[in-house]
């Protein structure tokens, strides 16, 4: 997969595949969305459940992004690459977006079924921490001036903050929780309805195809913004 | 039939705001993305005198 990383090969392919990765996120959306108001009322939860089409999405790219970040920001420490810089870099943004979507959305539908708009429970905690690492992440990028300097800072940064990922995934496991287990990627198969997987199912795939849409493009914003740098220097402004 | 639908059996004080602000997250990251991709490829034009995405 390096040898895609270069630059310009790297601009040259995202260039010929972001048109396509965006026309699929906006229908798998489209259809998502559909299937998500189709949907009969649960049984329990009633019109709530609804709410887990947008929820349970964001809160998968958020994790999702996270380990991306973190896989980036070793290849940037270990093999210096630059595209690994400027993938971390990009993905931070999206990734607190993501995170704050979930947090929200959770606390919408926290407070008609539990009762409570929050709790400070292993899940929920976890949750917030990975929104402040984000945030972090991206007040560091901005807090250093030398570039390189900035990336590796970045970078351990968001390789000490993996450990957070286990935790919100196992959290509801290793602590008593308002919030629910695993119950669509578990052993012996998803414990919802069809009718529920299918609009959860497209709309985690167009939040993925978005996510990427949104990265490439930042990355190539990115990738831009570091030539300008080098063209100004060159001619001394 | 629409009253109904907007109704959410009762819970569309949440179902609408967790959509509503879904809906304009996503929205906003996808406008400012555009935006700023737009003016990065401005900014090089600049410099380099040509209009292509490189």
Redesign the interface.
């Known amino acids: 997969m390096l040898e895609y990383a270069n630059p310009k090969r790297f601009m040259d392919l995202s260039g010929a595949l972001l048109p396509w990765l965006g026309a699929v996120a906006a229908l798998l959306l489209a259809v998502g969305l559909y299937l998500s108001f189709a949907a009969p009322p649960d049984y329990q939860q009633g019109d709530t459940v609804r709410i887990m089409f947008v929820h349970v999405p964001a809160a998968w790219i958020a994790m999702m992004a996270y380990g991306l970040m973190a896989l980036a920001s070793l290849v940037s420490l270990v093999n210096r690459h630059p595209l690994a810089d400027v993938a971390a870099k990009s993905a931070a943004p999206f990734g607190a977006l993501f995170t704050a979507l979930a947090l929200i959305t959770g606390s919408l539908w926290g407070r008609p079924m539990w009762g409570t708009y929050w709790v400070w429970d292993a899940r929920l905690t976890s949750f917030l921490i990975l929104l402040f690492l984000y945030l972090g992440y991206i007040a560091l990028w901005n807090a250093i001036e030398d570039e390189t300097r900035a990336a590796r800072a970045c970078a351990i940064l968001a390789l000490v903050g993996v450990v957070n990922l286990p935790i919100i995934e196992f959290s509801v496991q290793w602590w008593s929780t308002l919030h629910q287990g695993e119950s669509i990627v578990r052993a012996g198969g998803p414990l919802i309805a069809g009718v529920f997987l299918w609009p959860l199912f497209l709309m985690a795939l167009g939040y993925t195809a978005l996510f990427f849409t949104l990265l490439l493009l930042r990355m190539r914003t990115e990738i831009l913004d570091r030539r300008v740098r080098t063209l100004a220097l060159g001619r001394g402004r | 039939m629409l009253a109904n ?1 907007l109704a ?4 569309a004080a ?2 609408w ?3 509503g ?2 809906a304009l ?2 929205g906003a ?2 406008f400012l ?2 935006r ?2 737009a003016r ?2 401005a ?2 034009a600049q ?2 005198g040509e209009t292509g ?2």
């Open positions: 639908f959410m059996g009762g819970y949440f179902v705001p967790a959509y602000v879904t997250g996503l990251a996808v993305t555009l700023g991709y990065a490829k900014r090089l410099f380099t995405s490189r």
